[in-house]
């Protein structure tokens, strides 16, 4: 197949790209290169023949609609989306305007391209969401792919909202959709602001490793290239209007997550202390769900696929590339946000914000 990738240059978006090369297929990488995305993370398959990159933003209608006709893809995988929880709390305009606006442009520039195209049974819009739009569980239970939603963060939400929109243009126009939602994903090139990398990097360089409350929160954790499978089995094998959910069948605390990845660095990078001891319990954030967890029953049974890698072999892995590519993550260390604590201030931004409106208009009477 020619495959369309949105967001192709971050974290999961590469991991498929790379994944759908080196399984045949030709690949079209569409990313607005923000904050997030490194093309560092497809250069392994940059020069290959079956891959052509564009920079342009899933909110241009019409850069998506020359992109489509130029190209002629067989499938969209949709994975452009702002992602990250803490920033969504301290600036929630940024994921409406990309998940939601930007899916609904690129679902409208889909279905232009679908219908000109005469239709074709075989063309599929896979969108790839998230856990966290079924809000929280308590200590038993599991999400299914008939769970209701229950956002909680702004990223949730408007990962929701994204939700919708695409099944509406399924039910509507008919657009030959499939949806994955996943649970947590970890592995090489995840950009330094998530858990596991800002445990690995703080460690390293002898800083407090942070966790939020008491670290009690359940995760599923998924490592990327099982995801990363996992998606390219959805669009070659899943039934059109089917979701499907995707889990890493490996649920952790946040504090065991966080002391797995210490003892790693402890056996593969030792100094006069455990790293553990550099553990900082800091204020929660607002609003953080209590536990995810997957059923993958449904992408078993129907598709056969099962992730391939366990919870302890996965943070080895990703220990391991982190210590083995210093210079990838040393480059990122300069973007905005990496390294600073985020979503915790939003009451005194919020605040400041009106008193400069109010200053303004004041000025302006």
């Known amino acids: 197949m020619k495959i369309l990738v949105t967001g192709g240059a971050g974290f999961i978006g590469s991991a498929v790209v790379r994944h759908a090369i080196a399984a045949g297929h030709s690949v079209v990488n569409v990313d607005a290169l923000t904050y997030a995305a490194c093309l560092d993370n497809v250069k392994s398959v940059a020069d290959n023949e079956n891959y052509v990159f564009y920079h342009a933003s899933i909110c241009d ?98 990962k929701a909202a994204s939700d919708h929109l695409v099944r509406a243009w399924a039910e509507t126009y008919g657009l030959p959709v499939v949806l994955t939602n996943c649970s947590n994903n970890y592995g090489p090139y995840h950009f330094p602001e998530k858990l596991v990398p800002v445990v690995i990097l703080n460690a390293l360089a002898g800083k407090d490793i ?82 995810y967890a997957i059923d993958p029953t449904r992408i078993r049974d129907e598709l056969g696929w099962r992730p391939s890698v366990t919870l302890e072999e996965g943070l080895e892995k990703t220990v391991r590339w982190y210590l083995d590519n210093e210079d990838w993550w040393r480059a990122l260390q300069a973007r905005d946000g990496v390294g600073v604590r985020l979503g915790n201030r939003q009451d005194t931004r919020v605040s400041l914000a009106f008193k400069q409106t109010l200053a303004l208009r004041k000025d302006q009477m």
């Open 210 to 291: 942070p966790v939020y409350g008491k670290g009690e929160n359940i995760r599923d954790w998924l490592y990327v290239e099982d995801h990363a499978d996992a998606l390219l089995t959805v669009l070659g094998k899943g039934q059109v209007g089917r979701s499907y959910n995707i889990g890493g069948e490996n649920e952790a605390k946040n504090i065991d997550l966080v002391r797995m990845i210490c003892a790693h660095l402890d056996a593969m990078r030792p100094k006069d202390r455990p790293y553990a001891d550099q553990i900082t319990f800091v204020t929660d954030r607002p609003g953080h769900d209590m536990r």
């Open 61 to 158: 209608r019409a850069a998506m609609d020359r992109i489509l006709i130029e190209t002629q893809p067989d499938a969209i995988m949709h994975l452009a989306a702002e992602s990250h929880v803490d920033r969504s709390i301290d600036g929630p305009g940024a994921f409406v305007e990309t998940n939601i606006t930007g899916t609904y442009t690129l679902l409208e520039a889909a279905r232009a391209y679908w219908t000109g195209q005469g239709k074709p049974e075989n063309f599929r819009f896979h969108h790839i969401s998230t856990d966290e739009v079924y809000g929280s569980l308590g200590p038993t239970g599991m999400f299914t792919e008939d769970t209701p939603y229950d956002p909680r963060s702004p990223y949730s939400a408007s």
